[in-house]
Structure formats: structure tokens, C-alpha cells
């Protein structure tokens, strides 16, 4: 393994900190403050203008769709590659929209890819690779225990040429968003079927369909997350023609382990220059501030903490490139035990990591002026996203039983 980085990627990494530096971390204050006068206004969901102009610069920079490997829609990057350009990315809450690289959409569009008809790709994918919409994507469900996505309840029921859905959804990202328009759903077409991975089925439903009700959007410790956000969404009787399925019925679980799997390592890319953000705050903090007589950086309790901080996220970034370089020459299926081992150990550190650096900065940490409080939130509901903690620790133990039994 060598995880030298290639001069083209050196190059990318050089472009995407100085876009950084000249547009995305001055635009924070920005963003937050148009987000405030909408909510102030009544509708926060909706685009900001901001945002807008940052991904037109970040399309004309050529820093646009770095995701998607094995495809010559991306830009020819392989996960391997992405690694450190998502990391840069990760450092701000609105690093990933500017260069069309955010969650859900960047797993939706390589879902499309991977397992889209051409007219399914025509129609939805090419207008999100151009960022003119966004996608959300249907599976937990309130009313069953999710993370065994064999309970998933929705149905999916043909009738004619045409299937009818019915089920209530929740944590939906996006489908508050006006620009959210295609939804990729989970749910079951065969639940007789004599294998519980062959009963569920993914479909394309777009989200002006008639039946569909957005019920609410669902913040996530206090933060709404909009533009973007999350929602309960309540389909009745809803009709989408049976062209709008993916891949076939009862490949459902075929098609969410082909997707989560980068969604899963992209989130964790992103957790890295989340953390490398917090670690900076916790050293300027550190070095800025007197308590008893002495900095804070000259007490040893702080020094102990950057020091920890330092070795868990070199330690998760490598884990992070390794996963990546597995899924890169060996594929998605053989990388999955890599891919939980990483999806459990970078929240977890990004949560501790965030946590040392709002203790350093005191009351100051848990407020929104330097945004610790919101780091953190995001990072502690990535224990959860794409499948909690223990559903990837059970399944690292039975990859690593299976050698003995």
C-alpha cells in the first residue's frame, strides 16, 4: 500500500485549500446569517444565495462532482484519491455543497450510475451531477427498529404498470428542500419471499407525486439543518410507473450495500477535517487563554488531550485510506468489514476530539460562535447514520469468527 498522494491530487488539494481560504470559510458567517433572517422570515427552506454563488465558483474552479470512481462523469478520482479532497471539504459545515460532493445526493448519483437505466440516468442523474437539483433517500421508518432493514415495513405493491406506495418515513434528507426533487425508496415488494433479502425493492419516486406529505422536518439536537435538513414523510397511495425501479425487484439490499458503502466512507472522510478543524480551535484556544497563573496550553492535562487528539485522527485518517485503497482494488463487498471498522472508529473520535475542544474553550464551546456545539451534533449522529455502532460491530465480529468456525 502506498498512500502517497499522486501530483494530480496534490494539485486538487492545493486548489480546493485556496478556494477554501478565499470562499468557503469566509462565506460561513454569511450563510449563518441569511439561514437566521429566513428562519426570522418564517421559511428557512429554501436556497440561500450564498450557497448558489459558491457552487457557480466552485463549478468554474473545475472543482466540481470529485467524487463517483469508475466513472467518466466524475472526475476520474478513485476513492483513494477523494480521501484527502473530501477531508479538506469536511473542515466546514458548507465545505461539501460548493463542489456538488454532499450527502445524500453524491451516494444517489453513484447509485444511479452503478444501477440506473439510461433513461432513469437521463432524466435524474445528469441534473444532479449539474447541481440544478437535489435527492433525497427514503429507508428508516418510524415505526420499526431500522438498523435490521428487514423490518422495513413500507410497501410497495404492483398494480398494473404502475406500483403503489404506502408507508411513513422518516429522517429523509432533504425533502424539505424546494430544489430536493427524486427520492430513491426502500421497501418491500415480495415480503412472502422465502429470503428476507429478497423481499425489499428500490424505486425512484419523485417527490411532487401525488400522496406524498412531508409531515415535518426532524432537528437533529436543536439544529434544523435547513436548507437541506430532515423530514417525516408520509406516502399514501402513491403511484410511479414500474419503469422507475432499480435494478429489478428484490435487489433492494444489493443496491443499499452498493451504495452505503461509500456514503459511509464519505461521511468519515469528512469527520477527519472535522476533527483536524476542531484540534486547530483546541490549540489557538489553548494558547490564547490564562487559567491559575499559566496558558492553557501549559497545563498538563490540555497538552494530554492534544497529543490524544493528534494520534486518533492520524490513526482514523489511515484507517480511512486503507478502507479507501481496499475499496479501490478489491471492491466495495470485500472492503465491508473495513468500511464498519472505519464508520465506527471516525464518529467516535470526532466526538471525543470535538469534545476536548469545546471543554478548552468553556462556555464559549457549547455556544454557536464557534460552531463546536453543531461540529458535534453532526458527528454524534453519524454513530447513527447509515447504521448504528453495533450493527457494524456485530458484523466485524462475524467477519473475524468466520475464520474460526
Same mark, same amino acid.
Given at each position: 500500500?502506498?498512500?502517497?498522494?499522486?501530483?494530480?491530487?496534490?494539485?486538487?488539494?492545493?486548489?480546493? $485549500?485556496?478556494?477554501?481560504?478565499?470562499?468557503?470559510?469566509?462565506?460561513?458567517?454569511?450563510?449563518?446569517?441569511?439561514? @437566521?433572517?429566513?428562519?426570522?422570515?418564517?421559511?428557512?427552506?429554501?436556497?440561500?444565495?450564498?450557497?448558489?454563488?459558491?457552487?457557480?465558483?466552485?463549478? @468554474?474552479?473545475?472543482?466540481?462532482?470529485?467524487?463517483?470512481?469508475?466513472?467518466?462523469?466524475?472526475?476520474?478520482?478513485?476513492?483513494?484519491?477523494?480521501?484527502?479532497?473530501?477531508?479538506?471539504?469536511?473542515?466546514?459545515?458548507?465545505?461539501?455543497?460548493?463542489?456538488?460532493?454532499?450527502?445524500?445526493?453524491?451516494?444517489?448519483?453513484?447509485?444511479?450510475?452503478?444501477?440506473?437505466?439510461?433513461?432513469?440516468?437521463?432524466?435524474?442523474?445528469?441534473?444532479?451531477?449539474?447541481?440544478?437539483?437535489?435527492?433525497?433517500?427514503?429507508?428508516?421508518?418510524?415505526?420499526?427498529?431500522?438498523?435490521?432493514?428487514?423490518?422495513?415495513?413500507?410497501?410497495?405493491?404492483?398494480?398494473?404498470?404502475?406500483?403503489?406506495?404506502?408507508?411513513?418515513?422518516?429522517?429523509?434528507?432533504?425533502?424539505?428542500?424546494?430544489?430536493?426533487?427524486?427520492?430513491?425508496?426502500?421497501?418491500?415488494?415480495?415480503?412472502?419471499?422465502?429470503?428476507?433479502?429478497?423481499?425489499?425493492?428500490?424505486?425512484?419516486?419523485?417527490?411532487?407525486?401525488?400522496?406524498?406529505?412531508?409531515?415535518?422536518?426532524?432537528?437533529?439536537?436543536?439544529?434544523?439543518?435547513?436548507?437541506?435538513?430532515?423530514?417525516?414523510?408520509?406516502?399514501?397511495?402513491?403511484?410511479?410507473?414500474?419503469?422507475?425501479?432499480?435494478?429489478?425487484?428484490?435487489?433492494?439490499?444489493?443496491?443499499?450495500?452498493?451504495?452505503?458503502?461509500?456514503?459511509?466512507?464519505?461521511?468519515?472522510?469528512?469527520? $477527519?477535517?472535522?476533527?483536524?478543524?476542531?484540534?486547530?480551535?483546541?490549540?489557538?484556544?489553548?494558547?490564547?487563554?490564562?487559567?491559575?497563573?499559566?496558558?492553557?496550553?501549559?497545563?498538563?492535562?490540555?497538552?494530554?488531550?492534544?497529543?490524544?487528539?493528534?494520534?486518533?485522527?492520524?490513526?482514523?485518517?489511515?484507517?480511512?485510506?486503507?478502507?479507501?485503497?481496499?475499496?479501490?482494488?478489491?471492491?466495495?463487498?470485500?472492503?465491508?468489514?473495513?468500511?464498519?471498522? $472505519?464508520?465506527?472508529?471516525?464518529?467516535?473520535?470526532?466526538?471525543?476530539?470535538?469534545?476536548?475542544?469545546?471543554?478548552?474553550?468553556?462556555?464559549?464551546?457549547?455556544?454557536?460562535?464557534?460552531?463546536?456545539?453543531?461540529?458535534?451534533?453532526?458527528?454524534?449522529?453519524?454513530?447513527? @447514520?447509515?447504521?448504528?455502532?453495533?450493527?457494524?460491530?456485530?458484523?466485524?465480529?462475524?467477519?473475524?469468527?468466520?475464520?474460526?468456525?
Amino acid at each position: 500500500m502506498n498512500f502517497e498522494h499522486s501530483d494530480k491530487v496534490k494539485n486538487l488539494q492545493k486548489r480546493l $485549500i485556496e478556494f477554501m481560504d478565499a470562499h468557503v470559510y469566509p462565506a460561513e458567517a454569511q450563510f449563518e446569517a441569511e439561514m @437566521a433572517a429566513a428562519r426570522k422570515a418564517g421559511n428557512p427552506w429554501q436556497p440561500t444565495p450564498v450557497m448558489e454563488s459558491l457552487k457557480q465558483k466552485g463549478k @468554474a474552479a473545475g472543482l466540481w462532482n470529485l467524487f463517483l470512481p469508475e466513472s467518466q462523469l466524475g472526475a476520474g478520482l478513485t476513492n483513494l484519491e477523494y480521501a484527502p479532497l473530501c477531508e479538506i471539504m469536511g473542515r466546514s459545515m458548507i465545505g461539501a455543497e460548493p463542489f456538488n460532493c454532499s450527502a445524500p445526493d453524491t451516494g444517489n448519483m453513484e447509485t444511479l450510475v452503478r444501477y440506473g437505466s439510461e433513461a432513469q440516468q437521463k432524466q435524474w442523474l445528469l441534473p444532479l451531477l449539474d447541481g440544478s437539483i437535489r435527492s433525497g433517500f427514503a429507508m428508516t421508518e418510524p415505526a420499526v427498529a431500522s438498523s435490521d432493514a428487514t423490518n422495513i415495513a413500507a410497501r410497495i405493491e404492483r398494480d398494473g404498470d404502475h406500483y403503489v406506495i404506502n408507508a411513513r418515513k422518516w429522517w429523509t434528507s432533504g425533502a424539505n428542500d424546494p430544489r430536493c426533487k427524486i427520492l430513491i425508496f426502500m421497501g418491500k415488494t415480495s415480503p412472502d419471499h422465502t429470503d428476507p433479502h429478497r423481499r425489499q425493492s428500490m424505486i425512484l419516486v419523485p417527490l411532487d407525486t401525488p400522496g406524498i406529505t412531508v409531515l415535518r422536518h426532524l432537528p437533529v439536537f436543536g439544529y434544523d439543518d435547513a436548507p437541506h435538513g430532515h423530514a417525516e414523510v408520509l406516502f399514501e397511495n402513491v403511484r410511479v410507473p414500474v419503469s422507475n425501479t432499480l435494478l429489478g425487484e428484490g435487489r433492494g439490499f444489493e443496491i443499499a450495500q452498493g451504495r452505503l458503502g461509500p456514503g459511509r466512507i464519505h461521511h468519515c472522510m469528512r469527520l $477527519i477535517g472535522r476533527a483536524e478543524r476542531a484540534l486547530e480551535a483546541m490549540c489557538l484556544r489553548a494558547s490564547s487563554r490564562v487559567a491559575f497563573g499559566r496558558k492553557l496550553s501549559e497545563q498538563g492535562v490540555t497538552r494530554e488531550r492534544i497529543a490524544e487528539a493528534r494520534i486518533m485522527i492520524d490513526q482514523a485518517r489511515f484507517l480511512v485510506l486503507h478502507a479507501a485503497w481496499k475499496m479501490d482494488t478489491l471492491g466495495n463487498k470485500e472492503a465491508r468489514k473495513e468500511i464498519a471498522m $472505519i464508520k465506527v472508529a471516525a464518529p467516535a473520535m470526532a466526538c471525543q476530539v470535538i469534545d476536548w475542544a469545546i471543554q478548552v474553550h468553556g462556555g464559549a464551546g457549547v455556544s454557536d460562535d464557534f460552531g463546536l456545539a453543531h461540529a458535534y451534533a453532526n458527528a454524534r449522529t453519524l454513530r447513527l @447514520a447509515d447504521g448504528p455502532d453495533e450493527v457494524h460491530r456485530n458484523a466485524i465480529a462475524k467477519m473475524e469468527l468466520a475464520a474460526y468456525l
